[in-house]
């Protein structure tokens, strides 16, 4: 098999790159819909963003093998008429209604990527996925927070019934700066789902172990199979090393018997699969299933920085190789 590489990020001045609107449905808006891609990476939003907050950044930047697909949460965008849903159950029952047309048996295989608040979504929504037993995500790629459970860094919650400007700032104060936050012409778009965002985040309760800890979540269900990688930076309080780490009692590199890995129940195909085929893919999800990355940036915003960047293409990479070579051997 040849090697395959991924271009890296272009050097850009100011660039502008137009966001055209395409959608499989309300809640899930593709750039570019591409047919012949290798992977699908659906990625789900931080706290008050919205189908572009990555579009616009990355989607012309990624190979043609890697179809990109937003989620878009109600109440934003294209969705400004809908009421927000501030219930995380219900966020995610809907979502993974929207999911299941595009990860389905016969569909291309598929990750997450998912920063701050929408970590906990991508990781919740991979529960319900396993729960309905559709096929796993390939990957998932996690950035910006500690595990469901952990201590909150900030100790007090931030009130959102605040008068815009204070509720703003503290945000600021937190999570450092926003365009949204800051450029007057984008404020009043950018406070309501926001504010909507972090109900959302404050009004959730995790399923932990009884013998969890605010330093040592432990899941009350078995940990996901899939693999996963997790980002920080070493100055943003809520990704430090040691909370990064916390996730790591979430996934698990031992196969499990319940989940679906999109292969068809009613068929023996994948009894028919070469030993040495399984032994491969087992030994590599064991080697990849838990991998922290810290980048040395300052902010919690650091999704632009060239560090993320580059670990993050490495990333894509890697998954763009395995779901290649799986096709190759099934």
């Not at 790159?17 to 047919?35: A, D, G, H, M, W």
């Not at 012409?185 to 605010?214: I, N």
């Not at 993320?308 to 779901?323: I, N, P, T, Y």
């Amino acid at each position: 098999m040849s090697r395959f590489c991924l271009r890296s990020f272009p050097k850009r001045q100011n660039a502008v790159v137009p966001f055209t609107i395409e959608q499989y449905n309300s809640y899930l808006i593709v750039p570019e819909k591409r047919p012949n891609a290798v992977v699908r990476l659906f990625c789900f939003p931080f706290a008050g963003g919205n189908a572009s907050t990555y579009s616009a950044k990355w989607s012309s930047d990624l190979p043609k093998s890697i179809e990109y697909v937003a989620v878009q949460y109600p109440g934003r965008q294209g969705r400004s008429s809908e009421p927000f849903i501030t219930d995380m159950k219900e966020l995610v029952s809907q979502i993974t209604d929207a999911l299941t047309p595009l990860i389905k048996k016969g569909n291309k295989p598929y990750s997450f990527f998912a920063h701050s608040l929408g970590t906990l979504v991508a990781y919740e929504t991979a529960l319900e996925i396993r729960r309905r037993k559709l096929p796993m995500p390939e990957q998932l790629i996690l950035s910006g927070r500690g595990a469901p459970g952990t201590t909150d860094p900030f100790g007090k919650p931030i009130d959102c019934g605040l008068p815009d400007r204070e509720f703003a700032d503290l945000c600021v104060s937190r999570f450092g700066p926003s365009p949204g936050l800051i450029d007057q012409r984008l404020f009043s778009v950018s406070l309501p789902p926001l504010r909507a965002d972090m109900k959302l985040y404050y009004s959730y309760t995790p399923l932990l172990s009884e013998d969890s800890t605010p330093s040592c979540p432990i899941p009350l269900e078995k940990p996901l199979a899939v693999p996963v990688t997790v980002f920080g930076a070493t100055g943003d309080p809520l990704s430090q090393p040691e909370m990064l780490q916390t996730w790591q009692r979430f996934f698990t590199d031992e196969e499990d018997p319940d989940e679906d890995s999109g292969s068809d129940s009613e068929s023996s195909e994948s009894e028919r699969r070469d030993d040495l085929y399984d032994d491969e893919m087992m030994k590599r999800k064991k080697e990849l299933f838990f991998e922290r990355i810290v980048i040395d940036e300052p902010f919690h915003h650091y999704l632009e920085r060239r560090n993320f960047k580059e670990d993050f293409m490495r990333c894509l990479s890697s998954l763009v190789v395995r779901s290649m070579e799986e096709e190759v051997w099934c």
